[in-house]
C-alpha cells in the first residue's frame, strides 16, 4: 500500500508547525518506563518525537502503508532515546497487542480516511485501564481561517459540505472532531477532554507556511469548486494565486489561524 494522497499536504502542515505540534506532545502524558503507540503512525513525524521525550519503555510505530513503513524506519533509525523503538505494519482495526497494552495511544489526523468508530473502538482495547488516548483532529470547515472577502467566506462552508454529502456520505466527514466527544464515551471511555490550539502566522509568510498554504488552498479548491457561482470561483483563484501580489500567500496584511482539537480519553 503506498502512502495517501493527502501526504504531500499533511507534510507540509508538519513543517510549518513543527513547533506548535512539539509542544502539544511535551504537553502529553508520556510515562518513563512504560509504552507509547502511534497509529496510523505516518512518516513517524510524531513517533521520532515521543521516543525523543520518553525515558526508557517502548515507543510502537504502526501503519498499513509500506511507503510510510519505509519512511518512519528512516525517520526513527537515528532518534536519540532510551526508549526501545518499533516500526510495524497494521491494520488500524486490528491491532496485534493485547488488550491494555500501551499507556499512552496517539491518533493524529486520520480519521478521515478511517471508519470512525472502529478506529476509536480498537484505540480503546488497546489502551491501558490507567492510561490515556490522545486524539489530534482538525476541522475542515475551520482548519484554516484566512481574511477571505465577506461575500466568500459565507459561502465557503456550504460548499465544502456539498463536497463532503457526495463522495463521503456525510456533511460531517470532513469534521470528524465534532463526533468524537460521544464516540469516545460510547465506546468505553469514561473521561474526555478536549482542547483546542490556534496555530498563527502573519504575513509575510515564511516559506513552510506557504508551502502549507498552497497545499491547503489546492485541496480546498477541489472540493469547493463544483458548488461555487463562476463569479466566485474566480475570486477564489485570484486570491490564492501564488503570483498574485495582492492574494492570500503574498498580502503584506495576510494573517492565518489553523485550528487543531485534541482529545485526551481516560478509560
Not at 88 to 113: C, E, M, N, V
Not at 182 to 187: A, K
Request: aromatic share 8%; net charge negative.
Amino acid at each position: 500500500m503506498s502512502a495517501p494522497d493527502y501526504d504531500a499536504y499533511q507534510s507540509s502542515f508538519h513543517r510549518a508547525f513543527h513547533p506548535e505540534l512539539h509542544s502539544i506532545l511535551g504537553g502529553l502524558p508520556l510515562p518513563d518506563g512504560g509504552s507509547v503507540l502511534d497509529v496510523p503512525c505516518g512518516d513517524g513525524f510524531y513517533a521520532r518525537r515521543m521516543a525523543e521525550r520518553v525515558s526508557g519503555g517502548r515507543v510502537v510505530a504502526v501503519d498499513a502503508s509500506d511507503d510510510y513503513m519505509a519512511r518512519a524506519c528512516t525517520n526513527l533509525a537515528d532518534v536519540v532515546t532510551s526508549a526501545e523503538v518499533e516500526v510495524r505494519k497494521a491494520d488500524a482495526y486490528h491491532l496485534p497487542y493485547p488488550d491494555g497494552t500501551f499507556d499512552l495511544t496517539w491518533r493524529a489526523q486520520s480519521l478521515i480516511s478511517l471508519d470512525l468508530e472502529a478506529a476509536v473502538r480498537e484505540l480503546f482495547r488497546v489502551t491501558q485501564p490507567s492510561g490515556t488516548a490522545a486524539v489530534l483532529e482538525v476541522d475542515e470547515f475551520h482548519h484554516a481561517l484566512l481574511p477571505w472577502p465577506t461575500e466568500l467566506e459565507a459561502v465557503l462552508p456550504a460548499a465544502v459540505h456539498a463536497a463532503s454529502v457526495a463522495p463521503l456520505g456525510s456533511g460531517t466527514k470532513l469534521a470528524p472532531a465534532r463526533r468524537l466527544r460521544p464516540l469516545l464515551r460510547r465506546v468505553g471511555f469514561g473521561s474526555v477532554r478536549r482542547a483546542t490550539h490556534p496555530f498563527e502566522r502573519a504575513a509575510p509568510f515564511d516559506g513552510h507556511t506557504v508551502a502549507f498554504l498552497r497545499h491547503h488552498l489546492g485541496f480546498l479548491r477541489s472540493l469547493v469548486a463544483p458548488h461555487l457561482p463562476a463569479s466566485l470561483l474566480t475570486a477564489f483563484d485570484r486570491l490564492s494565486d501564488p503570483d498574485a501580489r495582492d492574494s492570500l500567500l503574498n498580502s503584506p496584511d495576510a494573517e492565518l489561524t489553523c485550528l487543531n482539537v485534541i482529545y485526551l480519553a481516560c478509560p
